[in-house]
């Protein structure tokens, strides 16, 4: 009886289904952008190899954008036991959260291994720029194009694959004369020469530089999660009452309506005998299926902004699949199913039979 009345009526029992589904889809993408940024950031900072990173003074562990470090220090810890390799680079924001990072590139590619380039190849003029794979996708960008960053045309000299760094590359020295801080990095990466030797170099140079954040690349690494975002998870949590709010009207309406469009139904399964508990399980296990079929699609619908994202905006945004959330926005969708059909239920439960069988 249960998939009958939904089949007698698809077009209702449809969008019942697509308007459950939207939250969902708004809870899976909305978190799923938030790991797929912070996936992304910490898969970026892993390419570059390095072992120890020495930040500015004052700066925090997420954001060091200012450059106020001496590029002379560079030097000072690469002559340090140990240390093998030591690179700085200057980090300017572009707009949002997209950086342009500049590196004095033979020394970082000693450190990380080097680019993959998928075309072209490194600076061969001071006006050069190289850009990751995403971000020639999403500006539609080939070797030789010109691209304006920072209010300066630059020439694309290569394209690399993602996963290394930034999403754009410039020579240290013309980032620096360019933003004025000429001689100055914004943080500076270290290498050691043996893994078993980073907490030894670490304490050491704290104490010897003291007014300067120094911790292993682990220890950064281990702080970029969802969690320190600030405000990411309060928005996550609004967004997920925000998903219980539509569920419950959507569902509490169509259950309603339904109610009323089968007054006379109702009326004959009374007259035949059926309780109000049994009227008012049949309209929650309507709902019920109406929630897992909103939960179903509203996962389906994820992959789909999933690929729009990384279709339209790959180098702006990226979301991840987050499977373990899907319990968690499915039962946030079947309670608020549930909720929603909790009146229109009692209101079917306590109809008459005689005034339903005459209802016209």
Not at 144 to 159: F, M, Q, S, Y
Not at 172 to 177: A, E, I, K, M, N
Not at 233 to 251: D, E, K, Q, R, Y
Request: hydrophobic share 50%.
């Amino acid at each position: 009886m249960i998939f009958e009345n939904l089949r007698h009526r698809p077009v209702r029992t449809l969008l019942s289904v697509l308007l459950i589904a939207i939250p969902v889809t708004l809870i899976l993408t909305l978190v799923g952008l938030g790991r797929g940024m912070v996936e992304e950031s910490k898969r970026r900072s892993e390419g570059i190899r390095a072992d120890i990173m020495v930040r500015a003074p004052n700066s925090s562990a997420l954001s060091f954008s200012s450059a106020s470090m001496p590029q002379d220090l560079v030097k000072a810890l690469a002559n340090k036991p140990h240390v093998v390799l030591a690179t700085g680079v200057i980090i300017q924001t572009v707009s949002g959260i997209t950086n342009v990072f500049g590196v004095d590139l033979d020394e970082f590619n000693k450190m990380s291994g080097g680019f993959e380039y998928v075309e072209g190849g490194p600076f061969q003029q001071p006006d050069d720029i190289l850009v990751d794979d995403f971000y020639a996708q999403q500006k539609k960008l080939h070797v030789g194009d010109t691209t304006e960053v920072l209010n300066h045309k630059w020439r694309v000299a290569g394209i690399y694959v993602t996963g290394k760094l930034a999403r754009m590359v410039l020579p240290l020295p013309v980032v620096q004369d360019l933003t004025g801080n000429s001689r100055k990095v914004s943080v500076i990466y270290l290498k050691v020469d043996h893994k078993a030797n980073i907490e030894s170099v670490v304490d050491s140079l704290k104490k010897e530089f003291s007014g300067y954040p120094i911790m292993p690349m682990a220890e950064y690494l281990s702080l970029v999660s969802v969690e320190n975002i600030p405000g990411l998870n309060s928005l996550i949590h609004v967004m997920v009452g925000i998903g219980i709010v539509i569920g419950f009207a959507v569902v509490c309406l169509s259950m309603y309506m339904a109610v009323l469009q089968r007054t006379r139904e109702i009326g004959i399964l009374k007259s035949l005998g059926a309780s109000r508990v049994y009227i008012l399980e049949l309209i929650v296990a309507e709902a019920f299926m109406l929630g897992i079929g909103g939960t179903i699609v509203g996962i389906l619908l994820s992959f789909g902004a999933r690929w729009l994202i990384l279709t339209l905006v790959p180098a702006s945004l990226q979301q991840a699949i987050v499977p373990d959330w899907w319990p968690i926005a499915g039962l946030i969708a079947l309670f608020a199913s549930l909720l929603g059909a909790m009146y229109p239920g009692l209101h079917a439960a306590r109809q008459d039979p005689i005034e339903a069988l005459a209802y016209e």
